[in-house]
Nanobody, 124 residues
Framework: QVQLVESGGGLVQAGGSLRLSCAAS?????MGWFRRTPGKEREFVAA????????YYADSVKGRFTASRDNAKNTVYLQMNSLKPEDTAVYYC????????????????????WGQGTQVTVSS
């Protein structure tokens, strides 16, 4: 079983920055970041391949968020800059098992393990 623990959420003013971390046990091919607001489905934010060399971002965060991973620490990061109030959500990291397809990187159904989430609140 892969266990994921997110950290780094908090309250920040619009235009500010936060960096989320996701410490993972076990290994996976694809790591993803999603977010969810109350009453809504989880929204794709970013995905990384096994090395972190290949990344993919939702249009809503492209140019502002950067996903990366440190394989030595088995940790994934989401650097969030120029935060907007609409970025307010619970952010989740997710992991897909080996054998999962990169083509499903933006779908919640492609991921097998999820962290507990960390709250990000951006004030206007």
């Amino acid at each position: 079983q892969v266990q994921l623990v997110e950290s780094g959420g908090g309250l920040v003013q619009a235009g500010g920055s936060l960096r989320l971390s996701c410490a993972a046990s076990g290994r996976s091919v694809i790591m993803g970041w999603f977010r969810r607001t109350p009453g809504k489905e989880r929204e794709f934010v970013a995905a990384l391949n096994w090395s972190g060399a290949i990344t993919y971002y939702a249009d809503s965060v492209k140019g502002r968020f950067t996903a990366s991973r440190d394989n030595a620490k088995n940790t994934v990061y989401l650097q969030m800059n120029s935060l907007k109030p609409e970025d307010t959500a619970v952010y989740y990291c997710a992991a897909a098992k080996y054998g999962s397809s990169w083509s499903g990187r933006n779908s919640t159904h492609s991921y097998d393990y999820w962290g507990q989430g960390t709250q990000v609140t951006v004030s206007s």
